[in-house]
């Protein structure tokens, strides 16, 4: 029997940018969180006549535990990234 150890693990999480309405005075506000529109409200009271709905969303690299800062939202003309652990395995 063998036991191999990865001294190193990479992980990624996607971040939602979510617009909550109140849809009886029409005011909204941003929220940007790693929870999905249907998970958010299971999470965080929203108040009477509250909806969540999605605006957009990006993948980060990392993790976000211990409530690091969420990564920045990529422009549109920015070109997909490797992964770390993509980054580690092409170098020599």
């Known amino acids: ?37 249907l998970q958010y409200p299971g999470y965080y009271d929203l108040g009477q006549g509250e909806i969540v709905m999605y605006r957009d969303t990006w993948m980060c690299w990392g993790d976000s535990s211990y409530h690091k800062k969420y990564c920045e939202k990529p422009s549109r003309q920015s070109t997909p990234s490797q992964s770390p652990a993509q980054r580690k395995i092409a170098s020599p």
Do not use: C, G, W
């Not at 999480?13 to 029409?26: A, C, M, P, S």
């Open 1 to 37: 029997m063998s036991f191999i150890f990865v001294n190193s693990a990479f992980a990624e999480y996607r971040v939602f940018e979510l617009v909550i309405q109140n849809q009886e005075t029409k005011s909204e506000r941003i929220v940007i969180s790693s929870l999905d529109p």
